[in-house]
Protein backbone atom coordinates (compact mmCIF):
# COMPACT_ATOMS: atom_id res chain seq x y z
CA UNK A 1 0.00 0.00 0.00
CA UNK A 2 1.41 3.65 -0.89
CA UNK A 3 2.43 5.56 1.83
CA UNK A 4 0.22 7.87 2.69
CA UNK A 5 1.24 12.08 2.36
CA UNK A 6 2.05 13.18 5.93
CA UNK A 7 -0.89 15.65 7.12
CA UNK A 8 -3.73 13.75 5.71
CA UNK A 9 -5.89 11.58 7.89
CA UNK A 10 -4.34 7.73 8.27
CA UNK A 11 -0.96 8.91 7.80
CA UNK A 12 0.13 8.39 11.58
CA UNK A 13 -1.38 4.84 10.79
CA UNK A 14 -3.92 3.04 12.52
CA UNK A 15 -5.17 5.05 16.10
CA UNK A 16 -4.46 0.92 17.58
CA UNK A 17 -1.30 0.25 15.83
CA UNK A 18 1.09 -0.45 18.95
CA UNK A 19 -1.63 -0.84 21.47
CA UNK A 20 -2.07 -4.36 23.10
CA UNK A 21 -5.13 -6.05 22.29
CA UNK A 22 -6.36 -6.00 25.62
CA UNK A 23 -6.77 -2.64 26.33
CA UNK A 24 -8.14 -2.04 22.84
CA UNK A 25 -10.97 -4.30 23.34
CA UNK A 26 -11.64 -2.74 26.54
CA UNK A 27 -14.36 -0.14 26.25
CA UNK A 28 -14.60 3.27 28.54
CA UNK A 29 -17.53 3.33 29.96
CA UNK A 30 -18.69 7.40 30.69
CA UNK A 31 -20.55 8.28 33.31
CA UNK A 32 -22.79 10.58 33.19
CA UNK A 33 -22.53 14.41 33.98
CA UNK A 34 -24.91 14.94 36.48
CA UNK A 35 -25.60 17.87 38.66
CA UNK A 36 -23.39 17.14 42.66
CA UNK A 37 -26.13 15.91 45.06
CA UNK A 38 -28.65 15.89 42.75
CA UNK A 39 -28.16 12.11 41.87
CA UNK A 40 -27.78 11.08 45.68
CA UNK A 41 -31.03 12.89 46.38
CA UNK A 42 -33.08 10.49 44.05
CA UNK A 43 -31.73 7.61 44.81
CA UNK A 44 -32.49 8.15 48.59
CA UNK A 45 -35.82 7.28 49.80
CA UNK A 46 -37.30 8.97 52.34
CA UNK A 47 -39.10 6.70 54.99
CA UNK A 48 -42.85 7.44 54.97
CA UNK A 49 -43.80 9.93 58.39
CA UNK A 50 -44.04 7.49 60.99
CA UNK A 51 -45.97 8.59 64.70
CA UNK A 52 -47.37 6.40 66.96
CA UNK A 53 -47.56 7.70 70.55
CA UNK A 54 -50.49 8.00 72.45
CA UNK A 55 -51.25 11.01 74.93
CA UNK A 56 -50.51 9.04 78.42
CA UNK A 57 -47.29 7.73 76.87
CA UNK A 58 -46.37 11.59 76.08
CA UNK A 59 -47.58 12.67 79.43
CA UNK A 60 -45.72 10.01 81.46
CA UNK A 61 -42.24 10.45 79.17
CA UNK A 62 -42.27 14.35 80.49
CA UNK A 63 -42.94 13.34 83.56
CA UNK A 64 -39.56 11.98 84.12
CA UNK A 65 -37.77 15.88 83.15
CA UNK A 66 -40.37 18.71 84.44
CA UNK A 67 -42.22 18.33 87.78
CA UNK A 68 -45.88 19.24 88.14
CA UNK A 69 -47.29 21.26 85.35
CA UNK A 70 -50.18 18.04 85.15
CA UNK A 71 -52.72 19.71 83.14
CA UNK A 72 -49.84 21.65 80.84
CA UNK A 73 -48.42 18.21 80.12
CA UNK A 74 -51.85 16.49 79.88
CA UNK A 75 -53.25 19.83 77.33
CA UNK A 76 -49.97 19.45 75.31
CA UNK A 77 -49.94 16.05 74.93
CA UNK A 78 -53.61 16.03 73.03
CA UNK A 79 -52.61 18.51 71.07
CA UNK A 80 -49.63 17.19 70.07
CA UNK A 81 -50.76 13.82 69.17
CA UNK A 82 -54.05 15.21 67.46
CA UNK A 83 -51.78 16.87 65.18
CA UNK A 84 -49.33 14.72 64.26
CA UNK A 85 -51.59 11.94 63.76
CA UNK A 86 -53.32 14.12 61.55
CA UNK A 87 -50.22 14.53 59.84
CA UNK A 88 -49.21 10.63 59.23
CA UNK A 89 -52.83 10.38 57.65
CA UNK A 90 -51.99 13.12 55.49
CA UNK A 91 -49.05 12.02 54.49
CA UNK A 92 -50.69 8.64 53.99
CA UNK A 93 -53.18 9.90 51.26
CA UNK A 94 -56.11 10.38 53.78
CA UNK A 95 -56.52 14.77 53.31
CA UNK A 96 -58.81 16.44 55.90
CA UNK A 97 -59.08 19.46 53.86
CA UNK A 98 -61.12 21.38 56.49
CA UNK A 99 -58.67 20.63 59.10
CA UNK A 100 -57.55 23.61 61.68
CA UNK A 101 -54.32 23.40 63.17
CA UNK A 102 -53.58 23.33 67.20
CA UNK A 103 -51.28 25.45 67.81
CA UNK A 104 -50.76 26.12 71.70
CA UNK A 105 -50.25 29.23 73.89
CA UNK A 106 -48.48 28.42 77.24
CA UNK A 107 -49.43 31.32 79.78
CA UNK A 108 -47.32 31.27 83.32
CA UNK A 109 -44.26 33.29 85.26
CA UNK A 110 -40.31 31.99 84.15
CA UNK A 111 -38.65 28.45 85.16
CA UNK A 112 -41.59 26.63 85.51
CA UNK A 113 -40.68 24.38 82.98
CA UNK A 114 -42.35 25.77 79.65
CA UNK A 115 -39.24 25.36 77.18
CA UNK A 116 -38.03 22.14 78.89
CA UNK A 117 -41.96 20.91 78.48
CA UNK A 118 -41.51 21.91 74.45
CA UNK A 119 -38.17 20.98 73.81
CA UNK A 120 -38.52 16.96 75.82
CA UNK A 121 -41.56 16.39 73.57
CA UNK A 122 -39.94 17.41 70.10
CA UNK A 123 -37.08 14.24 71.29
CA UNK A 124 -39.66 12.00 72.14
CA UNK A 125 -41.20 12.39 68.45
CA UNK A 126 -37.98 12.61 66.61
CA UNK A 127 -38.88 15.58 64.95
CA UNK A 128 -36.80 18.93 64.67
CA UNK A 129 -37.45 21.31 66.89
CA UNK A 130 -36.32 25.31 67.06
CA UNK A 131 -36.73 27.93 70.04
CA UNK A 132 -36.54 31.83 69.50
CA UNK A 133 -37.34 34.66 71.47
CA UNK A 134 -40.23 37.29 70.17
CA UNK A 135 -38.48 40.56 71.22
CA UNK A 136 -35.29 39.73 68.39
CA UNK A 137 -38.05 40.01 65.88
CA UNK A 138 -39.42 43.01 63.71
CA UNK A 139 -41.80 44.34 60.85
CA UNK A 140 -40.25 43.00 57.61
CA UNK A 141 -38.91 45.69 56.17
CA UNK A 142 -37.19 47.11 59.74
CA UNK A 143 -34.23 46.62 61.32
CA UNK A 144 -33.91 43.37 63.38
CA UNK A 145 -35.10 39.41 62.66
CA UNK A 146 -37.22 38.30 60.29
CA UNK A 147 -40.09 35.81 61.03
CA UNK A 148 -39.37 33.62 58.06
CA UNK A 149 -36.03 33.26 59.82
CA UNK A 150 -37.58 30.70 62.41
CA UNK A 151 -38.31 28.34 59.75
CA UNK A 152 -35.08 28.70 58.15
CA UNK A 153 -33.37 27.66 61.10
CA UNK A 154 -35.79 24.83 61.46
CA UNK A 155 -34.61 23.52 57.87
CA UNK A 156 -30.83 24.04 59.39
CA UNK A 157 -32.35 21.48 62.33
CA UNK A 158 -33.14 19.08 59.91
CA UNK A 159 -30.22 18.79 58.75
CA UNK A 160 -31.41 20.85 55.59
CA UNK A 161 -34.36 17.94 54.88
CA UNK A 162 -36.94 19.69 53.60
CA UNK A 163 -39.42 16.95 54.44
CA UNK A 164 -38.17 16.61 58.07
CA UNK A 165 -38.46 20.57 58.47
CA UNK A 166 -41.94 20.10 57.39
CA UNK A 167 -43.25 18.32 60.57
CA UNK A 168 -40.70 20.23 62.66
CA UNK A 169 -41.95 22.27 65.82
CA UNK A 170 -40.99 26.18 66.10
CA UNK A 171 -41.79 27.33 69.64
CA UNK A 172 -41.73 30.85 70.50
CA UNK A 173 -40.99 32.60 74.11
CA UNK A 174 -41.84 36.08 75.51
CA UNK A 175 -44.76 35.93 72.86
CA UNK A 176 -46.06 38.58 75.57
CA UNK A 177 -43.42 41.33 74.77
CA UNK A 178 -45.78 41.92 71.21
CA UNK A 179 -48.69 43.01 73.08
CA UNK A 180 -49.57 46.45 72.32
CA UNK A 181 -50.81 48.00 76.12
CA UNK A 182 -50.52 51.61 75.21
CA UNK A 183 -51.70 53.07 71.95
CA UNK A 184 -48.49 55.04 70.33
CA UNK A 185 -48.59 57.31 67.47
CA UNK A 186 -45.35 55.35 65.38
CA UNK A 187 -46.19 52.21 63.68
CA UNK A 188 -45.62 49.24 66.15
CA UNK A 189 -43.13 46.99 64.05
CA UNK A 190 -41.83 45.26 67.08
CA UNK A 191 -45.37 44.03 68.39
CA UNK A 192 -48.07 44.76 66.01
CA UNK A 193 -46.12 43.90 62.93
CA UNK A 194 -44.29 40.60 64.02
CA UNK A 195 -48.52 39.55 65.00
CA UNK A 196 -49.28 40.52 61.62
CA UNK A 197 -46.53 38.31 59.87
CA UNK A 198 -46.51 35.67 62.57
CA UNK A 199 -50.53 34.98 61.01
CA UNK A 200 -49.25 33.58 57.57
CA UNK A 201 -46.73 31.23 59.10
CA UNK A 202 -48.90 29.69 61.69
CA UNK A 203 -51.20 28.50 59.21
CA UNK A 204 -50.23 27.17 55.19
CA UNK A 205 -47.23 29.46 53.84
CA UNK A 206 -44.21 29.31 51.82
CA UNK A 207 -41.67 30.44 53.16
CA UNK A 208 -37.89 30.95 50.79
CA UNK A 209 -35.16 28.99 52.55
CA UNK A 210 -32.34 31.61 50.59
CA UNK A 211 -33.70 34.97 52.67
CA UNK A 212 -34.13 38.07 49.86
CA UNK A 213 -31.31 39.70 52.22
CA UNK A 214 -28.63 37.04 52.25
CA UNK A 215 -25.94 37.61 50.87
CA UNK A 216 -24.87 34.42 49.77
CA UNK A 217 -28.32 33.91 48.10
CA UNK A 218 -27.64 37.01 46.11
CA UNK A 219 -24.25 35.87 45.11
CA UNK A 220 -25.82 32.45 44.04
CA UNK A 221 -28.43 34.41 42.14
CA UNK A 222 -25.79 35.92 40.64
CA UNK A 223 -23.55 33.40 39.22
CA UNK A 224 -26.22 31.55 38.33
CA UNK A 225 -27.63 34.13 35.76
CA UNK A 226 -24.23 35.28 34.33
CA UNK A 227 -24.34 31.37 33.70
CA UNK A 228 -27.59 31.98 31.25
CA UNK A 229 -29.86 30.20 33.97
CA UNK A 230 -32.74 30.76 35.73
CA UNK A 231 -32.37 30.86 39.70
CA UNK A 232 -35.17 28.34 41.24
CA UNK A 233 -36.23 29.15 44.58
CA UNK A 234 -37.08 26.53 47.03
CA UNK A 235 -39.58 26.95 49.73
CA UNK A 236 -40.61 25.03 52.80
CA UNK A 237 -44.26 24.53 53.36
CA UNK A 238 -46.02 25.72 56.94
CA UNK A 239 -48.92 23.59 56.95
CA UNK A 240 -47.76 21.14 58.98
CA UNK A 241 -45.21 22.58 61.30
CA UNK A 242 -46.88 23.34 65.08
CA UNK A 243 -46.18 26.69 66.54
CA UNK A 244 -46.73 26.97 70.54
CA UNK A 245 -46.21 30.42 71.98
CA UNK A 246 -45.29 31.10 75.60
CA UNK A 247 -45.14 33.98 77.98
CA UNK A 248 -44.85 35.50 81.54
CA UNK A 249 -48.01 37.72 80.80
CA UNK A 250 -46.89 39.38 84.13
CA UNK A 251 -50.19 41.28 84.93
CA UNK A 252 -52.64 39.27 83.42
CA UNK A 253 -54.03 38.62 86.55
CA UNK A 254 -55.09 41.71 87.77
CA UNK A 255 -56.67 41.68 83.93
CA UNK A 256 -58.44 38.51 85.15
CA UNK A 257 -59.21 39.32 88.48
CA UNK A 258 -61.22 42.90 87.13
CA UNK A 259 -62.96 40.85 85.07
CA UNK A 260 -64.56 38.37 87.66
CA UNK A 261 -65.08 40.95 90.08
CA UNK A 262 -67.21 42.92 87.76
CA UNK A 263 -69.41 39.99 86.39
CA UNK A 264 -72.17 38.60 88.46
CA UNK A 265 -71.53 36.52 91.12
CA UNK A 266 -71.29 32.80 91.11
CA UNK A 267 -69.74 33.11 94.23
CA UNK A 268 -68.61 35.34 96.91
CA UNK A 269 -66.79 38.04 96.45
CA UNK A 270 -64.05 37.75 98.82
CA UNK A 271 -63.33 34.10 97.49
CA UNK A 272 -62.42 35.34 93.85
CA UNK A 273 -60.68 38.40 95.53
CA UNK A 274 -58.81 36.14 96.90
CA UNK A 275 -57.82 33.57 94.25
CA UNK A 276 -54.11 33.09 93.73
CA UNK A 277 -52.05 34.23 90.25
CA UNK A 278 -52.05 30.65 89.33
CA UNK A 279 -55.80 30.11 89.47
CA UNK A 280 -56.17 33.14 88.11
CA UNK A 281 -54.24 32.52 84.74
CA UNK A 282 -55.87 29.99 84.51
CA UNK A 283 -59.23 31.67 83.83
CA UNK A 284 -57.58 33.70 80.94
CA UNK A 285 -60.12 33.87 78.25
CA UNK A 286 -59.80 35.50 74.71
CA UNK A 287 -61.15 38.82 75.95
CA UNK A 288 -58.50 39.12 78.58
CA UNK A 289 -55.50 38.32 75.89
CA UNK A 290 -56.83 41.31 73.81
CA UNK A 291 -56.96 43.29 76.59
CA UNK A 292 -53.61 42.40 77.29
CA UNK A 293 -52.65 43.63 73.78
CA UNK A 294 -52.42 41.00 71.29
CA UNK A 295 -54.31 41.39 67.95
CA UNK A 296 -57.55 38.68 67.79
CA UNK A 297 -56.61 37.68 64.34
CA UNK A 298 -53.29 36.20 66.34
CA UNK A 299 -55.25 34.86 69.25
CA UNK A 300 -57.34 33.41 67.22
CA UNK A 301 -54.60 31.16 65.53
CA UNK A 302 -53.28 29.77 68.83
CA UNK A 303 -56.79 27.61 69.67
CA UNK A 304 -55.03 25.39 72.64
CA UNK A 305 -54.45 27.51 75.83
CA UNK A 306 -52.86 26.29 79.31
CA UNK A 307 -51.51 28.20 82.29
CA UNK A 308 -48.69 26.92 84.15
CA UNK A 309 -48.59 27.22 88.02
CA UNK A 310 -45.57 28.53 89.57
CA UNK A 311 -42.90 26.69 91.62
CA UNK A 312 -43.27 26.26 95.68
CA UNK A 313 -40.12 24.85 97.59
CA UNK A 314 -42.35 21.46 97.64
CA UNK A 315 -41.81 21.42 93.78
CA UNK A 316 -38.36 22.30 93.86
CA UNK A 317 -37.68 19.98 95.88
CA UNK A 318 -38.89 17.41 93.88
CA UNK A 319 -37.25 19.29 90.92
CA UNK A 320 -33.63 18.29 92.84
CA UNK A 321 -34.56 14.70 93.82
CA UNK A 322 -36.54 13.53 90.99
CA UNK A 323 -36.12 14.71 87.93
CA UNK A 324 -34.00 13.13 85.31
CA UNK A 325 -32.53 16.54 84.44
CA UNK A 326 -31.86 18.15 88.31
CA UNK A 327 -29.19 20.36 88.72
CA UNK A 328 -27.35 18.26 90.92
CA UNK A 329 -26.02 15.88 88.59
CA UNK A 330 -24.47 18.99 86.90
CA UNK A 331 -22.56 19.18 90.06
CA UNK A 332 -21.78 15.54 90.87
CA UNK A 333 -19.93 15.75 87.59
CA UNK A 334 -18.02 18.95 88.14
CA UNK A 335 -16.55 17.79 91.25
CA UNK A 336 -16.46 14.09 90.01
CA UNK A 337 -13.93 15.65 86.97
CA UNK A 338 -11.38 16.15 89.93
CA UNK A 339 -12.47 13.23 91.68
CA UNK A 340 -14.24 14.50 94.28
CA UNK A 341 -17.40 12.81 95.42
CA UNK A 342 -20.28 14.62 95.87
CA UNK A 343 -23.59 13.36 98.80
CA UNK A 344 -26.78 15.29 98.32
CA UNK A 345 -28.76 14.04 101.17
CA UNK A 346 -32.64 15.32 101.57
CA UNK A 347 -32.39 17.61 104.31
CA UNK A 348 -29.48 19.53 101.91
CA UNK A 349 -31.96 19.30 99.02
CA UNK A 350 -34.68 20.97 101.23
CA UNK A 351 -32.40 24.01 102.46
CA UNK A 352 -31.59 25.04 98.80
CA UNK A 353 -35.38 24.15 97.48
CA UNK A 354 -36.26 26.70 100.39
CA UNK A 355 -33.62 29.48 99.30
CA UNK A 356 -34.25 28.87 95.98
CA UNK A 357 -38.23 29.96 96.22
CA UNK A 358 -37.47 32.77 98.03
CA UNK A 359 -35.31 33.70 95.00
CA UNK A 360 -39.09 33.47 92.71
CA UNK A 361 -37.76 33.03 90.17
CA UNK A 362 -38.89 29.59 89.51
CA UNK A 363 -36.55 26.79 88.83
CA UNK A 364 -34.12 29.14 87.26
CA UNK A 365 -33.45 30.10 91.05
CA UNK A 366 -32.02 26.36 91.88
CA UNK A 367 -28.73 27.48 89.90
CA UNK A 368 -28.51 30.76 91.40
CA UNK A 369 -28.39 29.27 95.07
CA UNK A 370 -26.23 26.40 93.94
CA UNK A 371 -24.02 28.78 92.58
CA UNK A 372 -23.33 31.03 96.36
CA UNK A 373 -23.69 27.82 98.25
CA UNK A 374 -20.79 25.95 96.11
CA UNK A 375 -18.91 28.39 94.33
CA UNK A 376 -15.75 28.17 97.35
CA UNK A 377 -15.87 24.90 97.43
CA UNK A 378 -15.48 24.60 93.39
CA UNK A 379 -12.14 27.10 94.06
CA UNK A 380 -10.67 25.46 96.93
CA UNK A 381 -11.12 21.42 96.94
CA UNK A 382 -9.68 20.76 93.60
CA UNK A 383 -6.68 21.74 95.37
CA UNK A 384 -7.35 19.89 98.25
CA UNK A 385 -6.76 16.41 98.93
CA UNK A 386 -10.49 16.36 99.62
CA UNK A 387 -11.85 13.35 98.20
CA UNK A 388 -15.72 13.42 98.97
CA UNK A 389 -18.02 16.03 100.93
CA UNK A 390 -21.89 15.57 101.70
CA UNK A 391 -24.63 18.52 101.28
CA UNK A 392 -26.74 18.74 104.03
CA UNK A 393 -28.74 21.61 105.66
CA UNK A 394 -25.59 22.68 107.73
CA UNK A 395 -23.46 23.21 104.75
CA UNK A 396 -26.58 25.33 102.96
CA UNK A 397 -26.55 27.44 105.64
CA UNK A 398 -23.18 28.42 106.27
CA UNK A 399 -21.18 27.30 103.50
CA UNK A 400 -17.92 29.21 104.48
CA UNK A 401 -17.60 26.94 108.06
CA UNK A 402 -18.46 24.26 106.30
CA UNK A 403 -15.37 24.46 103.99
CA UNK A 404 -13.03 25.58 106.40
CA UNK A 405 -14.01 22.97 108.66
CA UNK A 406 -13.12 20.37 105.82
CA UNK A 407 -9.98 21.73 105.00
CA UNK A 408 -8.97 21.88 108.00
CA UNK A 409 -9.83 18.09 108.91
CA UNK A 410 -7.79 17.26 106.16
CA UNK A 411 -5.04 19.70 106.43
CA UNK A 412 -4.56 18.06 109.96
CA UNK A 413 -4.28 14.30 108.80
Known amino acids: MADLISGLPGALGP??????????ARKVEEEPITKPGVAETAAE???????????????????????????????????????????????????????QKQNVLL????????????????EL?????VKADAT??????????????????LYRRSGNNIRKAEHGIVYLDEVDKLATREPGSGRDVSGRGVQTNLLKLMEDAEVPLVSPNDMTG????????????????????TRHILFIVSGAFSGMEELVRRRLLATPPNEPQRRRTALSIDALLAQTTTADLIAYGLEPEFIGRLPVRVACHGLDEDDLFDVLRKSESSLIHQYERAFGAYGIAVEFRDDGLRSLAARAAQEGTGARGL????????????????????????????LVRDPASTLKKLLGIKQAR
Open 15 to 24: TTKGVPRRIR
Open 45 to 99: SEPPFHFSLRPQEIARHLGRFVIGQAEAKKVLSVALCDHFQHVRLTEAGQTAPFY
Open 107 to 122: LGPTGVGKTHLIRSAA
Open 125 to 129: IGVPF
Open 136 to 153: KFSETGYVGGDVDDLIRD
Open 218 to 237: QLQAAMSAMRGGVPTKETLN
Open 367 to 394: MTVCEQVFRDFKFRLPSSRVKGFAVTES
